[in-house]
């Protein structure tokens, strides 16, 4: 027998030694075996299976994180209580908070309590608000046109000053009065 060389054997010598053609069809595409198709059913099996415990396990994860940060509170909660249970237990504290909150003192004590220590004023801003700037401005103009008569009295009197008035603004005294 005679040997062919690689490359010019036939298609079904290629197939039968392993060569590198071996375990296609003569068309060259690859196709799939029982096997790969049996090992494609058993992975995507094994991940369906998984999917649902992993997601389980994920939102147990998650609800067991909340209520390891909701018991933190609580715990946070229950030191304080007990903090303040200790505090009323002592009879100091309930004495102070007599004396403040109460206004309660001892027999032996003569207590003053000071009513109305500083007087409240109105606010000047509620004031202000009450009447717009451009109405402000209108009556200062209106008001500095506006010359009461005065009689026996010159334009120019004590000085040279003009009405009377001795340096400043025209309304500065009226504003005062």
């Keep these: 027998m005679t040997e062919i060389p690689r490359g010019q054997r036939p298609a079904s010598a290629r197939l039968a030694t392993g060569g590198p053609g071996a ?16 090992v494609a059913i058993v992975l995507c099996g094994i991940a369906l299976s998984l999917a649902y415990p992993v997601r389980e396990y994920i939102s147990q994860r998650r609800q067991i994180d ?11 909660q229950r030191k304080e209580l007990q ?3 200790r505090q009323l237990h002592s009879r100091n504290y309930v004495a102070e908070q007599a004396r403040d909150r109460l206004h309660m003192c001892l027999p032996t004590q003569v207590c003053y309590e000071i009513i ?8 000047t801003k509620l004031r202000a608000v009450a009447m717009p700037w451009y109405a402000k401005v209108w009556s200062s103009v209106r ?15 004590r000085g040279g000053h003009r009405g009377g008035h001795r340096g400043g603004h025209l309304g500065a005294e009226r504003a005062h009065s």
Excluded at 66 to 76: F, K, M, P, R, T
């Design 23 to 38: 375990g296609r069809p003569p068309n060259g595409k690859p196709h799939f075996t029982g096997r790969a198709a049996l």
């Design 66 to 76: 909340q209520l390891e940060a909701q018991n933190a509170q609580i715990q946070a």
């Design 83 to 85: 903090r303040e249970s």
């Design 116 to 123: 109305g220590d500083q007087p409240r004023r109105k606010s």
């Design 143 to 157: 008001q500095a046109n506006v010359r009461p008569a005065r009689p026996g009295r010159t334009a120019l009197h």
